[in-house]
């Protein structure tokens, strides 16, 4: 087989179904192969939209998405996708052509350093030397971006490589994984949890995997529960004793995290972005989590567990005593203003296994405040690297791989950067309704500014764009719900439509 084919009968192997991507020249011997295996692969406008539309399918099944693009251009408007999929630990295959080997470091026609530039940002990355090597390499690369913390790996294959030829395989067996566990101070920390009376339950994304496992933990202590955005759905808005995402803006939960007598972080990096964090340093931390660089990374803690989720509760639960039942407070959202009437009402007429997608603005943190959600998986959003345009090409990877309806919420700034995407759902008949809240202006920047620039709003305004006709004009279906339109009554007959459709809403640009 050519080193072409070899790499797609191993994502066939592997039970790849769906690759996203764009041609170009060096990568092109993967394109003239691809009818001859079962794999649908996704045209998208730009080969940013196709890294998040893989990412989207990741974050949404958990298994790895899979790219493709070619060399210079392409393989570097991969890069921002690739980042935010290692700031979020997201299992993503980025497979870039390249020049011939001869020509490497010629600086010739599309050539760039593609291994270079991501090495900061992937678990690890490829440049494949031989034929021979690809087959192995492209089975290596799926483990190492399941096992452990999940991420990002970078395949770099040459031209040459893609057109040479030697036997194929097909028996290459799963890796060994050496475990990097840390369970020896499982007693003293069931001994921490059994003394404290006011436990309060941090949870990240590295728990969303053991969600009902986790809501058994938190029972049996009878703990608060905060979330990160990355948990979001892991645990049921209506539990008792949850208390919302932990964010500068949820200030009835820095109350209840700061009465709290000691503090558990699941999966959790305490992210640096919330000052609530500061006040909780004099209290015990105990942190558990796969990744041992994560412990003591942004909040010093004596007490940490280093494994998995599953695998660190099943140590210490057994040890631990049952809580007398008390009153847990549950937190209801506060529902003001129209972006968030808007994304509370949509809940009304969403089934619980509903995916919704943000881009990043005013509109993620509304919806992460606002939205019931009830199961994990359903809120999908960049955490880490907080990217504008993520949304767009991730709804496409989300539809494609869950079949569920799927709501993309996002801004009118963030939408001017992936709206060429729309086209793609268009064509590919995808049921997404996407809602912009459209205030002609980049709304989050305007709340900064007011609040820590003594209200000096500079490049924060838009002219106003009609988003339904641009909608209409890539062939989908789109609407204006104005200010003064009744919510209800708009959502009820948009979501019927079974298209893609942008409901384009007018909100204030004084709305922070």
Not at 6 to 29: A, C, M, Q, R
Not at 201 to 218: K, M, N, P
Not at 235 to 256: A, C, F, M, R, T
Not at 430 to 443: A, F, P, R, Y
Request: hydrophobic content about 40%; charged content about 25%; some cysteine.
């Amino acid at each position: 087989m050519t080193g072409a084919k070899i790499l797609l009968k191993s994502l066939t192997e592997l039970k790849v179904d769906t690759i996203f991507g764009y041609p170009g020249s060096s990568i092109l011997p993967v394109y003239d192969a691809l009818s001859e295996f079962p794999l649908r692969h996704v045209l998208t406008a730009h080969e940013m939209g196709a890294g998040f539309a893989a990412s989207g399918m990741a974050r949404a099944t958990g298994k790895p998405g899979v790219v493709i693009a070619t060399s210079g251009p392409g393989a570097t408007n991969l890069v921002t996708a690739i980042a935010d999929a290692f700031m979020d630990s997201v299992p993503l295959i980025a497979i870039t052509g390249n020049v011939e080997l001869k020509n490497l470091g010629h600086d010739c026609f599309q050539e760039v350093d593609i291994f270079g530039m991501t090495m900061p940002i992937v678990k690890y990355s490829y440049i494949v030397k031989s034929v021979n090597d690809l087959e192995k390499i492209i089975f290596e690369a799926f483990e190492i971006a399941t096992t452990g913390r999940k991420g990002p790996v970078l395949i770099d294959i040459p031209f040459d490589v893609l057109k040479d030829e030697t036997d194929y395989c097909g028996n290459f067996s799963r890796l060994p994984v050496s475990s990097s566990y840390d369970l020896k101070d499982v007693e003293k920390i069931a001994n921490l949890i059994n003394d404290a009376q006011k436990p309060f339950l941090y949870l990240g994304g590295g728990g969303v995997d053991y969600s009902d496992r986790i809501i058994e933990f938190a029972d049996l202590i009878k703990a608060q529960i905060g979330v990160s955005f990355m948990a979001l759905g892991s645990v049921p808005s209506d539990h008792k004793g949850y208390v919302g995402i932990v964010s500068d803006d949820n200030k009835p939960l820095q109350e209840i995290l700061s009465a709290s007598d000691i503090v558990i972080a699941l999966g959790a990096r305490f992210n640096s972005r919330i000052s609530a964090f500061d006040k909780i340093k004099n209290k015990t931390i105990i942190q558990i989590d796969i990744d041992g660089a994560e412990i003591d990374k942004n909040v010093l803690c004596n007490n940490y567990l280093i494994a998995d989720i599953g695998t660190a509760l099943d140590k210490l639960m057994p040890l631990l005593k049952e809580k007398e039942n008390k009153e847990l407070q549950n937190l209801s959202p506060v529902v003001k203003g129209r972006g968030k009437e808007i994304i509370f009402e949509l809940s009304n007429f969403l089934p619980d296994d509903a995916v919704i997608i943000t881009d990043v603005g005013l509109h993620q943190i509304w919806t992460a405040c606002t939205y019931p959600f009830k199961k994990p998986r359903t809120f999908i959003t960049s955490g880490g690297l907080g990217v504008m345009g993520f949304g767009m090409g991730t709804a496409i990877g989300v539809a494609l791989a869950t079949n569920r309806k799927v709501v993309l919420i996002t801004g009118d700034g963030s939408l001017r950067m992936n709206v060429a995407e729309f086209e793609t759902a268009v064509k590919l008949k995808i049921d997404l309704t996407v809602i912009c809240m459209n205030n002609s202006s980049l709304g989050l920047i305007k709340k900064i500014q007011s609040k820590f620039y003594g209200k000096r709003f500079v490049e924060c305004d838009e002219p106003k764009l009609n988003f339904a006709n641009l909608a209409k004009a890539y062939g989908g279906e789109g609407i204006t719900l104005s200010r003064t339109a009744n919510v209800k009554e708009a959502l009820e007959q948009s979501l019927k439509m079974k298209k893609p459709l942008i409901i384009d809403c007018e909100i204030s640009d004084k709305e922070f």
